[in-house]
């Protein structure tokens, strides 16, 4: 109690804001909640997944991650980007290049394999794909990841033989039509 006889509610704020006009609900609420909040630090950022197999590259591939951590580090160094996404993505690429696994170009192609160049006829047009690395996939330039559903079904694939694509329809007819070395 104070001098006059009523209650000290000292740091503490009283509202009627939000309240019914005669209800005459009161609402309480304490500031130093409210302040420790508003400075709490940003929660740090998910990592980016990364496959469970085998982290093959190609000398090129091997090349892109040795690049990123330079980038990064620069970034990081210069002050500049989203510090949180900045050091996610340097968490990545550092265990990428610490479990990467360099396969060299093959000099004689005969069989559909890691790092080779495949030409394919689906659905009556002819396609050239190179298997890279899963942090190589760029399916613009027709350079896909080994992992994915089209290049496992053509993993071991020769030249004439024709492959399979397990979809949610029926299976797709591939025929190989050469292989040669990326």
Same mark, same amino acid.
């Given at each position: 109690m104070n001098q006059s006889g009523g209650w000290a509610l000292p740091a503490i704020a009283l509202s009627l804001a939000g309240t019914s006009p005669g209800l005459g609900l009161l609402t309480v609420m304490s500031r130093a909640f409210t302040k420790e909040i508003d400075d709490a630090p940003e929660p740090p950022l998910p990592d980016r997944p990364v496959g469970a197999g085998p982290n093959l590259v190609t000398p090129r591939g091997a090349g892109r991650i040795e690049a990123e951590i330079e980038r990064i580090d620069?970034? @990081?160094?210069?002050?500049?980007? /989203?510090?949180?996404? @900045? @050091? $996610? =993505?340097? $968490?990545?690429?550092?265990? $990428?290049?610490?479990?990467?696994q360099v396969v060299?170009?093959?000099? =004689?192609? /005969? *069989? *559909?394999?890691?790092?080779?160049t495949v030409s394919i006829r689906r659905r009556n047009r002819k396609l050239d794909l190179t298997l890279v690395g899963e942090d190589e996939a760029d399916p613009a330039t027709r350079r896909i990841a080994w992992?994915?559903?089209?290049?496992?079904?053509?993993?071991?694939a020769e030249p004439g033989e024709m492959v399979f694509l397990e979809t949610s329809g029926d299976p797709e007819p591939i025929e190989v039509l050469?292989? $040669?070395p990326a």
């Open positions: 620069a970034e @990081l160094a210069a002050g500049t980007g /989203n510090k949180a996404e @900045l @050091l $996610r =993505d340097q $968490r990545y690429w550092l265990a $990428r290049k610490a479990t990467m060299p170009p093959a000099h =004689d192609a /005969n *069989v *559909v394999a890691f790092g080779t992992t994915s559903p089209l290049a496992t079904a053509l993993l071991g050469s292989v $040669r």
